[in-house]
């Protein structure tokens, strides 16, 4: 089994920034693919960026520009750094991981940006 918790969510106005961090733990030997998606209110959970081993990563056109991923392999963590954020971009953001074909979920941070 493994555990993803993340944390840095909170409330920002328009055009601030918030960084995102998520960190892996339990049976982590098998990670590959790392990444981030949202769910906002009354819509369906969408990806917003995703990093793999070599650090390949694949983002959302939406944030494209403004969000960026990266990641530790050594740390098992991942972390989402927002910048010139959007009151669109008001969501529950959630961690995910991919450990040996297995998905793994976090509990979800809450984004709320103010316009």
């Known amino acids: 089994q493994m555990q993803l918790v993340e944390s840095g969510g909170g409330l920002v106005q328009a055009g601030g920034s918030l960084r995102l961090s998520c960190a892996a733990s339990g049976s982590i030997f098998g990670i590959c693919l790392m990444g981030w998606y949202r769910q906002a209110p009354g819509k369906q959970r969408e990806l917003v960026a995703n990093?793999?081993?070599?650090?390949?990563?694949n983002y959302a056109d939406s944030v494209k520009g403004r969000f960026t991923i990266s990641r530790d392999n050594a740390k098992n963590t991942v972390d989402l750094q927002m910048n010139d954020l959007k009151p669109d971009d008001t969501a529950v953001y959630y961690c995910?991981?991919?450990?040996?074909?297995?998905?793994?979920w976090g509990q979800g941070t809450q984004v709320t940006v103010s316009s």
């Open positions: 995910n991981a991919v450990n040996f074909g297995r998905l793994y």
């Open positions: 990093i793999g081993t070599g650090s390949s990563t």
